[in-house]
């Protein structure tokens, strides 16, 4: 069999086992121009052509090096070749403070969930090559099981979508082969090269494994080992949370002598997808500050962290959005990533209920909710007008929707 067959049935494999609960009429990809998306576009466009399934792309220019307009317009062209719709988003928020690579991450998934509208799956070109780099990256920070367990081949994201990941026991190597037997170009990112950035320095060093012995699928074969051992612990947390958490608006409500009566194993998991959850950010917090959080509200104080308040209340603990990670997320349709409206006039937006539209509630409306929860709760405005609070009012809950899946569903497949 010739590579080109052995890659696309290997591809077309990992899809449907993926969609085997049903195809979907419509899903997204994320092609940046590099190989690895470049051979998923093709692979990918192969699959949905012969079962009927709608492809789009989407390409994010992070507008962050001379050239990547004319690489983005150069992708778009690619994929009118083969038919595919394609939109480019430029990323222009980035403030220059903080992690370069971890902005850029947070900021493309953000870009993609506004894109999406209806699309639910969002396929992302990861190799077995990225979940070896992951890995080391993890080791090297200290990682426990979650962390060690890698990227998943399903995952949902808090925001609500699905990213599948059909490429994860395809190494890059084939995958560039497979794209010049096509004669597909593809761009390679200078800063791929750039050993200051930790990935890249992990890269670098995957030769001299496999030198020793270490390969690639040893990284994979760990990677489904302990994610073996998470599902079990998620589970098990999943199971905790039924008897002593609820979901309220936008937070997360935990029982405290429930909580603390918890195994500490358990009282992380729960508090890490709850930081997730609540935040939509799709990666866990570092260990060590979870752990400090933890420590403050088990001694009574309010805790900051992944943009979200963890703060005791009578006898409940509570995960909240943090106001200030919510300002400058006014949007008619979409609202801190995670709250759609639901055919609203233009001139209404979603935003924070804040202070201004807390004093417009009824009393009965806020008393039952605690200030710093009560002013993040998504809200529709015309101008300074409050018009609906749905997750405070259920008369209203029909003028927005959470975009997200529930919490207990979230922590057992995260």
Same mark, same amino acid.
């Given at each position: 069999?010739?590579?080109?067959?052995?890659?696309?049935?290997?591809?077309?494999?990992?899809?449907?086992?993926?969609?085997?609960?049903?195809l979907p009429k419509h899903i997204g990809i994320?092609?940046?121009?590099?190989?690895?998306?470049?051979?998923?576009?093709?692979?990918?466009?192969?699959?949905?052509?012969?079962?009927?399934?709608?492809?789009?792309?989407?390409?994010?220019d992070h507008n962050l090096r001379a050239g990547?307009?004319?690489?983005?317009?150069?992708?778009?062209?690619?994929?009118?070749?083969?038919?595919?719709?394609?939109?480019?988003?430029?990323?222009?928020?980035?403030?220059?403070?903080?992690?370069?690579?971890?902005?850029?991450?947070?900021?493309?998934?953000?870009?993609?969930?506004?894109?999406?509208?209806?699309?639910?799956?969002?396929?992302?070109?990861?190799?077995?090559?990225?979940?070896?780099?992951?890995?080391?990256?993890?080791?090297?920070?200290?990682?426990?099981?979650?962390?060690?367990?890698?990227?998943?081949?399903?995952?949902?994201?808090?925001?609500?979508?699905?990213?599948?990941?059909?490429?994860?026991?395809?190494?890059?190597?084939?995958?560039?082969?497979?794209?010049?037997?096509?004669?597909?170009?593809?761009?390679?990112?200078?800063?791929?090269?750039?050993?200051?950035?930790?990935?890249?320095?992990?890269?670098?060093?995957?030769?001299?494994?496999?030198?020793?012995?270490?390969?690639?699928?040893?990284?994979?074969?760990?990677?489904?080992?302990?994610?073996?051992?998470?599902? &079990?612990? +998620?589970?098990? =947390?999943?199971?905790?949370? !039924?008897?002593? $958490?609820? /979901?309220?608006?936008?937070? %997360?409500?935990? *029982?405290?002598?429930?909580?603390?009566?918890?195994?500490?194993?358990?009282?992380?998991?729960?508090?890490?997808?709850?930081?997730?959850?609540?935040?939509?950010?799709?990666?866990?917090?570092?260990?060590?500050?979870?752990?400090?959080?933890?420590?403050?509200?088990?001694?009574?104080?309010?805790?900051?962290?992944?943009?979200?308040?963890?703060?005791?209340?009578?006898?409940?603990?509570?995960?909240?959005?943090?106001?200030?990670?919510?300002?400058?997320?006014?949007?008619?349709?979409?609202?801190?990533?995670?709250?759609? &409206?639901? +055919?609203?006039? =233009?001139?209404?937006?979603? !935003?924070?209920? $804040?202070? /201004?539209?807390?004093?417009? %509630?009824?009393? *009965?409306?806020?008393?039952?909710?605690?200030?710093?929860?009560?002013?993040?709760?998504?809200?529709?405005?015309?101008?300074?007008?409050?018009?609906?609070?749905?997750?405070?009012?259920?008369?209203?809950?029909?003028?927005?929707?959470?975009?997200?899946?529930?919490?207990?569903?979230?922590?057992?497949?995260?």
């Amino acid at each position: 069999m010739s590579l080109t067959d052995r890659l696309s049935a290997k591809v077309a494999s990992n899809l449907d086992a993926a969609f085997a609960s049903g195809l979907p009429k419509h899903i997204g990809i994320a092609v940046s121009g590099g190989g690895d998306s470049m051979a998923l576009l093709h692979l990918t466009h192969a699959w949905a052509s012969e079962r009927d399934v709608t492809l789009s792309a989407i390409t994010i220019d992070h507008n962050l090096r001379a050239g990547s307009a004319e690489e983005a317009a150069r992708v778009a062209q690619w994929c009118a070749d083969l038919g595919v719709a394609h939109t480019t988003c430029v990323w222009r928020d980035w403030d220059h403070n903080g992690n370069l690579q971890d902005a850029a991450r947070q900021a493309r998934y953000r870009m993609i969930n506004d894109w999406r509208c209806d699309i639910e799956d969002i396929l992302i070109g990861h190799t077995v090559d990225d979940q070896a780099e992951t890995l080391l990256l993890r080791l090297k920070r200290g990682s426990g099981v979650d962390g060690m367990t890698g990227m998943k081949h399903v995952t949902h994201h808090p925001s609500g979508m699905t990213l599948i990941r059909p490429l994860l026991n395809i190494t890059r190597h084939d995958l560039r082969d497979y794209l010049v037997a096509c004669e597909q170009p593809w761009f390679d990112d200078p800063s791929n090269n750039n050993a200051a950035f930790d990935r890249i320095a992990m890269r670098q060093l995957l030769p001299q494994l496999t030198s020793a012995g270490i390969s690639l699928d040893r990284f994979a074969l760990m990677a489904t080992h302990m994610q073996r051992a998470q599902d &079990a612990l +998620d589970h098990t =947390a999943g199971d905790v949370f !039924q008897t002593m $958490g609820r /979901q309220q608006g936008t937070d %997360l409500i935990f *029982d405290q002598a429930g909580f603390f009566a918890a195994h500490s194993e358990i009282q992380s998991r729960l508090f890490s997808a709850g930081l997730c959850w609540v935040s939509g950010n799709a990666y866990r917090p570092r260990f060590e500050a979870l752990q400090r959080a933890l420590s403050d509200v088990q001694d009574g104080k309010t805790s900051s962290l992944h943009g979200c308040l963890m703060y005791p209340h009578q006898n409940t603990l509570r995960i909240t959005r943090e106001f200030a990670a919510t300002q400058g997320a006014a949007d008619q349709t979409v609202w801190d990533g995670r709250w759609q &409206a639901v +055919d609203l006039p =233009a001139q209404h937006s979603v !935003q924070a209920l $804040g202070e /201004q539209g807390a004093a417009q %509630l009824e009393s *009965d409306l806020r008393k039952n909710v605690p200030f710093r929860s009560l002013h993040v709760q998504p809200a529709v405005f015309w101008g300074d007008q409050l018009i609906y609070a749905p997750t405070l009012d259920p008369t209203q809950r029909q003028f927005i929707q959470d975009l997200r899946i529930n919490f207990i569903d979230f922590i057992t497949s995260h």
